[in-house]
T-cell receptor, first 114, second 110 residues
Framework: DVKVTQSSRYLVKRTGEKVFLECVQD?????MFWYRQDPGLGLRLIYF???????EKGDIPEGYSVSREKKERFSLILESASTNQTSMYLC?????????????FGNGTRLTVT | GEDVEQSLFLSVREGDSSVINCTYT??????LYWYKQEPGAGLQLLTY?????DMKQDQRLTVLLNKKDKHLSLRIADTQTGDSAIYFC??????????FGPGTRLSVLP
């Protein structure tokens, strides 16, 4: 079974702090994704990556950056956290493009910015 | 752009069948998915169907796809209280451009 592990289930940070959300997958998947989930807004794609050291902006990249130095790890960075970034963050991975490739999600990180 | 729609709420009695419906707009969808989300957790892949199939059965779950009408449904037989969750429909195009519906909150009444 695919395992996607997010390092923290709950995180509380102060406005202006730099925040790192870590995600690791153990199935040698090519693709990794970061979503945020908010009530009434559904899942929104922040950034994704189809290969090591590669990144693409999703629908709402403002205020975020990502890092993919190794295939199994995809980090989401909030350069200067703000209260409107309080949300549930979901990491996902999938095998590769052009193939039968469902998304597999981690358990999520609930981030509160005060 | 592509869109996926679902009704937001469904209530059923324990032991009955649940049917969750979904419509989508992208005619080039290759796979259609159902995910389950329990409170405070991530999305769990339940099942998925290739777009050239019209039905897939997996234990208590039956997926029906009407490609002409772009309609997908998930039937859960003998619904249990543990099935209470939010169910998301999603579609993609060969592993790209995943689009999710807003989710249907299923409540199972004793």
């Amino acid at each position: 079974d695919v395992k996607v592990t997010q390092s923290s289930r709950y995180l509380v940070k102060r406005t202006g702090e730099k925040v790192f959300l870590e995600c690791v997958q153990d199935m040698d998947h090519e693709n990794m994704f970061w979503y945020r989930q908010d009530p009434g807004l559904g899942l929104r794609l922040i950034y994704f990556s189809y290969d090591v050291k590669m990144k693409e902006k999703g629908d709402i990249p403002e205020g975020y950056s990502v890092s993919r130095e190794k295939k199994e790890r995809f980090s989401l960075i909030l350069e200067s956290a703000s209260t409107n970034q309080t949300s549930m963050y979901l990491c996902a991975s999938s095998l590769e493009q052009g193939a039968e490739s469902p998304l597999h999600f981690g358990n999520g990180t609930r981030l509160t910015v005060t | 752009g592509e869109d996926v729609e679902q009704s937001l709420f469904l209530s059923v009695r324990e032991g009955d069948s649940s049917v969750i419906n979904c419509t989508y707009t992208d005619s080039s969808s290759t796979y259609l998915y159902w995910y389950k989300q329990e409170p405070g957790a991530g999305l769990q892949l339940l099942t998925y169907i290739f777009s050239n199939m019209d039905m897939k059965q997996d234990q208590r779950l039956t997926v029906l796809l009407n490609k002409k009408d772009k309609h997908l449904s998930l039937r859960i037989a003998d619904t249990q209280t543990g099935d209470s969750a939010i169910y998301f429909c999603a579609e993609d195009n060969y592993g790209q451009n995943f689009v999710f519906g807003p989710g249907t909150r299923l409540s199972v009444l004793p």
